[in-house]
């Protein structure tokens, strides 16, 4: 990713791409518990053990999805989120999607060793932007890095996934939701005009909205 793409540019560009997991609400409370857990543990000083990756998988998730959501100045980045754990927890609970992601990342670290005769996550912070700018946009990408822009993209969106369904990422996005508003005295009067309704006493406790005339 160029290094002047923000995360608020970022935002608006993972919203644009298809899902490639798709959570229930019950599903993703199970994954976000167990990355909360997770992350309680290593603050004590117990490292987490993935379940799927390798330990060399394992490195190059946790340098790719902070490239993808990197810290900034308002909020901690993708791994501050807990978005390698949250990988980890949907390869064992999703077993069908774990070749797509071993296969994309055996093809990324193949590429940076063709390029820069390293693995992607020992590479410099530049070679690995080299190979991003090539898979991140798949408009302009070339045929031959067809099956980098496949994993790219997936697994950008599993990156999103786990970070914006995070106390971090719901921070991030300022969502001002699920929060009692004592003070609030109903719309506006222009806009009820607007709408041509108008508000009717239903009882002393509750208003409705009723059609004017």
Known sequence: MAKDI???EAVQALAALPAAVFWSTAELERARKFVDNALSASAQGKAFAPKFFTAAEWKAVRVLSDMVIPRDER?????????PEFMDFTMTDRPRYQQRMRDGLAWIDAE??????????????????????????????????????????GFRDLTASGYWSSEIGVKDLRYMGNV??????????????????????????????????
């Open 6 to 8: 923000s995360r608020r």
């Open 75 to 83: 909020s901690g980045g993708a791994v501050d989120a807990g978005v």
């Open 112 to 153: 940076s060793s063709r390029r820069f005769g390293k693995p992607f996550a020992d590479a410099t912070a530049t070679q690995r932007e080299a190979i991003l700018n090539d898979i991140a946009w798949p408009a302009r990408a070339p045929a031959s890095m067809k099956a980098g822009v496949d994993f790219f993209n």
């Open 180 to 213: 009692f508003n004592p003070n609030w005295n109903g719309c506006p009067p222009a806009a009820l005009k607007k709408l041509g309704v108008t508000y009717a006493k239903f009882d002393r406790t509750k208003l409705r909205l009723t059609p004017e005339g």
